[in-house]
Nanobody, 115 residues
Framework: QVQLVESGGGLVQPGGSLRLSCAAS????????MGWYRQAPGKQRELVAT???????TYPHSVKGRFTISRDNAKNTVYLQMISLKPEDTAVYHC?????????WGQGTQVTVSS
């Protein structure tokens, strides 16, 4: 049974930082491209960051320079370090594991950026 369990979300003030974690089980973690996506109320889910099995990372313009994705294959965990957070970063953040036509998703963790 595949499980992706996110943690680390919460309430933070604008300009603050958070680190999200996603612990994976039931998959050969090291061969999957791992990603973070987010979905704000009334909006479509959007890509936040991805990291391939080889460590190549991608970010959309909206978070580039503020968010950093990393992975620890020994711990089957992917991280998302977020700095300089903005109110528009408020969303539920979901972890994704992707390999060819297979996608697994976590339940998500809420990130709220507000003063």
């Amino acid at each position: 049974q595949v499980q992706l369990v996110e943690s680390g979300g919460g309430l933070v003030q604008p300009g603050g930082s958070l680190r999200l974690s996603c612990a994976a089980s039931g998959i050969i973690f090291s061969i999957y491209t791992m990603g973070w996506y987010r979905q704000a109320p009334g909006k479509q889910r959007e890509l936040v960051a991805t990291i391939t099995s080889g460590g190549t990372t991608t970010y959309p313009h909206s978070v580039k320079g503020r968010f950093t994705i990393s992975r620890d294959n020994a711990k089957n965990t992917v991280y998302l370090q977020m700095i300089s957070l903005k109110p528009e970063d408020t969303a539920v953040y979901h972890c994704n594991a992707h390999k060819r036509i297979v996608d697994y998703w976590g339940q998500g963790t809420q990130v709220t950026v507000s003063s």
